[in-house]
């Protein structure tokens, strides 16, 4: 119950195109759901982030797409760029604690 | 604003021994919580310390504890190291009176066990 899946484990996307990574969870006790980039040898960066009284949230080219009663979210990368190339985190985490939990991750890659 | 930091960045252990992995919170930070996050895989929580005490545990062993400094800085020890220890190492930091939950990582020490 404690599980965020993450799907798929890898993408390859061409440049200007769009990326989209899927995450659900059984635990509905979750009420904010972050997305995480990470570089290689880097630590995880917070990309952006939704609690579930929102459906949509859009920040640039990065929109979280989140359905309550299918307890699933995504992220959605518009005209992806290579420098996207990296790896992606969704994560899960009741408000209030700093516990996450997250996805395994998708590596994605944006073709030049 | 400084950001978190993290030493060693690198380091070596054979099988049984101890390691100490330090993190310097962000200025502003009174929350630190500790993550492992093996190859491939997403972090996973080992614990998180608030105003020098622990306030959560993930499913890790007691070999595994920490210190939470009154500077806000923390330490993680692993006693008995074993080969699946082998981990890059993440400290996260969050700041006072923040409730979206946001964390703010560090680049992580990375620890191979032989």
């Known amino acids: 119950q404690q599980q965020v899946k993450q799907s798929p484990q890898s993408l390859i996307v061409q440049k200007g195109g769009i990326s989209i990574i899927n995450c659900a969870y059984e635990?509905?006790?979750?009420?904010?759901f972050p997305w995480y980039q990470q570089f290689p040898g880097k630590g995880p960066a917070l990309l952006i982030a939704i609690r579930p009284d929102v459906s949509e949230k859009k920040e640039g080219r990065f929109t979280i797409s989140f359905n309550k009663s299918a307890k699933q979210f995504s992220l959605h990368i518009m005209d992806s760029q290579p420098g996207d190339s990296a790896t992606y985190f969704c994560?899960?985490?009741?408000?209030?604690?700093?516990?996450?939990?997250f996805g395994t991750g998708t590596r994605l890659k944006v073709l030049a | 604003e400084t950001g978190v930091t993290q030493s060693p960045t690198h380091l070596i252990k054979t099988r049984g021994q101890q390691v100490t992995l330090r993190c310097s919170s962000q200025s502003g930070h009174n929350t630190v919580s500790w993550y492992q996050q093996a190859l491939g895989q997403g972090p996973q929580f080992i614990f998180q310390y608030y105003r020098e005490e622990e306030n959560g545990r993930g499913n890790f062993p007691p070999r595994f504890s920490g210190l939470q400094f009154p500077n806000y800085s923390s330490e993680l020890n692993v006693n008995a190291l074993e080969l699946d220890d082998s981990a890059l190492y993440l400290c996260a930091s969050s700041p006072t009176g923040q409730v979206t939950g946001e964390l703010f990582f560090g680049e992580g020490s990375r620890l191979t066990v032989l």
């Open positions: 635990n509905t006790a979750f009420d904010y």
């Open positions: 994560a899960a985490a009741t408000s209030g604690t700093y516990k996450y939990i």
